[in-house]
């Protein structure tokens, strides 16, 4: 609760401004810029650590952004008792939202590696960083009115305009700057403490003399204990996350690092590697050996980027070429540096067979025919959006005009096997969905070939699975235009 008892209602004087009005109205924009970009930065934080830590990235955002929708407008009816304190309440208003937002990403961590689940604290977090985000424009609207009056329609606008480039901002910055180069974790803490400043300068600079004496001091001190706290909680975030990762994890974690892509964790104690904090299991030998009985001089490998499907690969030695093409080019040099994986991996990037092609499958499909004898696709978790187009009729045509005549194309899919089985159908594919004979691989494995005479199992080692009675329909996610 804001002490009114050192500050008098706005309207009762006029404002002093210590640079002229236009100027003063640009700073105020500016900010509102700032502060789009950070409560944009909060939020998809949020979807992604979210992700990350619960799986199904689309209902994961559907929360966060309903919720925090909602509690925007509960924040824009909340400031309606602020406006008469417009400048001291918009300060502390921005402390506790680069409070809460720059903590947002710690606590969630710690709720799910100590408590077990994040859902509750997420929603938390996203309704009241909403809440906070939704009570901005009300202040800032009586704030730029407070430096020179104009007609409701033309400040509004200007405040808006400012409000949606700063999100433009922060929605780049997010995944292409403060992911790739900060992480999650000191990444919110950054944004938290440009949000502080933000807030804090221009009230005590623009807005001074909207405050007594006593206000500033009391302003200042909030601004103050809010960048401490954030600057004592990222000296704190090596020791916390190695805490959080062995807790999340079970193991020594050995390497993390978070690409344009995915986090890449590697354990050791069991030795295993994380993506997106889902465990790559140990599957690629199901997937590998049924494709390459037959043929097998030129294999390409889709979405394999950490290379464990890939070292499988290179255990034939008839096998003259293996091209690895998998969108996250930095994981493949993880692959290929760094120890603990490369051991998974076989040492796979090493051998002078496999060309590594850092690109997106769908485009590089589409620009590259093959012919291969074998292709393997070694799918992502469907739960992330990202994915969703490597599971399309038009992806898997594109996958069979590449194999050679009698070639065969192996798909493993942590989701439904029906539905992949299906889809491979509808691309023109015939199919033999199987299982290893021994302990149960999880997701789905399917053999395909372009005519059913090249497609077997080999030996004892797999089986073949009987479809279910009913009819499953394929993947709609694209119409095919081959």
């Known amino acids: 609760m804001i002490d009114q008892s050192h500050i008098r209602p706005a309207r009762d004087r006029r404002l002093r401004l210590p640079v002229a009005a236009g100027s003063a109205r640009a700073l105020v924009l500016v900010t509102v810029f700032v502060c789009a970009a950070c409560g944009l930065v909060y939020e998809l934080e949020l979807i992604a650590l979210a992700s990350y830590l619960v799986g199904d990235t689309v209902t994961q955002a559907s929360v966060v952004l309903s919720v925090m929708v909602f509690a925007m407008g509960v924040g824009s009816l909340l400031?309606?008792?602020?406006?008469?304190?417009?400048?001291?309440?918009?300060?502390?208003?921005?402390?506790?939202?680069?409070?809460?937002?720059?903590?947002?990403?710690?606590?969630?961590?710690?709720?799910?590696?100590?408590?077990?689940?994040?859902?509750?604290?997420?929603?938390?977090?996203?309704?009241?960083?909403?809440?906070?985000?939704?009570?901005?424009?009300?202040?800032?609207?009586?704030?730029?009115?407070?430096?020179?009056?104009?007609?409701?329609?033309?400040?509004?606008?200007?405040?808006?305009?400012?409000?949606?480039?700063?999100?433009?901002?922060?929605?780049?910055?997010?995944?292409?700057?403060?992911?790739?180069?900060?992480?999650?974790?000191?990444?919110?803490?950054?944004?938290?403490?440009?949000?502080?400043?933000?807030?804090?300068?221009?009230?005590?600079?623009?807005?001074?003399?909207?405050?007594?004496?006593?206000?500033?001091?009391?302003?200042?001190?909030?601004?103050?204990?809010?960048?401490?706290?954030?600057?004592?909680?990222?000296?704190?975030?090596?020791?916390?996350?190695?805490?959080?990762?062995?807790?999340?994890?079970?193991?020594?974690?050995?390497?993390?690092?978070?690409?344009?892509?995915?986090?890449?964790?590697?354990?050791?104690?069991?030795?295993?590697?994380?993506?997106?904090?889902?465990?790559?299991?140990?599957?690629?030998?199901?997937?590998?050996?049924?494709?390459?009985?037959?043929?097998?001089?030129?294999?390409?490998?889709?979405?394999?980027?950490?290379?464990?499907?890939?070292?499988?690969?290179?255990?034939?030695?008839d096998v003259r070429s293996a091209t690895v093409v998998d969108s996250d080019g930095r994981l493949m040099r993880i692959a290929r540096t760094d120890p603990g994986l490369a051991l998974l991996n076989r040492h796979s990037f090493l051998d002078p067979r496999v060309h590594a092609a850092p690109a997106d499958p769908f485009d590089w499909l589409r620009a590259h025919r093959g012919p291969y004898d074998v292709v393997l696709v070694d799918l992502p978790d469907p739960c992330l959006s990202r994915s969703a187009k490597l599971y399309s009729q038009e992806f898997f045509g594109l996958a069979a005009r590449a194999l050679a005549p009698g070639g065969r194309l192996a798909v493993h899919a942590p989701g439904d096997l029906w539905t992949l089985d299906a889809t491979l159908r509808a691309a023109g594919l015939h199919t033999l969905p199987y299982a290893p004979g021994g302990p149960p691989t999880p997701g789905g494995l399917d053999l395909a070939a372009a005519t059913p005479p090249h497609l077997h199992l080999p030996g004892v080692t797999f089986r073949p699975l009987r479809a279910p009675e009913r009819d499953f329909p394929p993947s709609t996610l694209m119409r095919p235009r081959l």
């Open 79 to 317: 400031a309606k008792r602020l406006r008469l304190v417009a400048a001291a309440a918009f300060a502390t208003l921005e402390a506790a939202l680069a409070l809460i937002g720059g903590l947002s990403v710690m606590a969630l961590y710690a709720s799910f590696a100590w408590l077990g689940q994040s859902r509750p604290a997420m929603t938390v977090f996203a309704f009241a960083i909403g809440v906070l985000i939704g009570a901005e424009v009300p202040l800032l609207m009586t704030l730029i009115q407070r430096i020179r009056r104009q007609d409701a329609g033309g400040a509004v606008a200007d405040l808006f305009a400012a409000d949606y480039v700063g999100a433009l901002a922060g929605g780049l910055a997010f995944p292409f700057l403060l992911l790739p180069l900060l992480g999650q974790l000191t990444g919110a803490l950054v944004t938290g403490a440009v949000n502080a400043a933000a807030g804090g300068i221009i009230v005590l600079w623009l807005f001074r003399s909207d405050l007594t004496p006593r206000a500033r001091v009391r302003v200042l001190l909030v601004n103050l204990a809010v960048l401490a706290v954030l600057a004592t909680a990222a000296l704190a975030s090596g020791p916390f996350e190695r805490a959080a990762r062995h807790a999340l994890y079970g193991g020594d974690v050995t390497l993390a690092a978070q690409t344009a892509v995915q986090e890449v964790v590697v354990t050791r104690g069991p030795r295993r590697l994380y993506l997106d904090g889902r465990l790559r299991l140990s599957y690629h030998e199901a997937l590998v050996h049924p494709a390459m009985a037959g043929p097998r001089a030129r294999v390409l490998v889709i979405a394999g980027g950490d290379g464990i499907a890939l070292g499988e690969v290179l255990r034939y030695r």
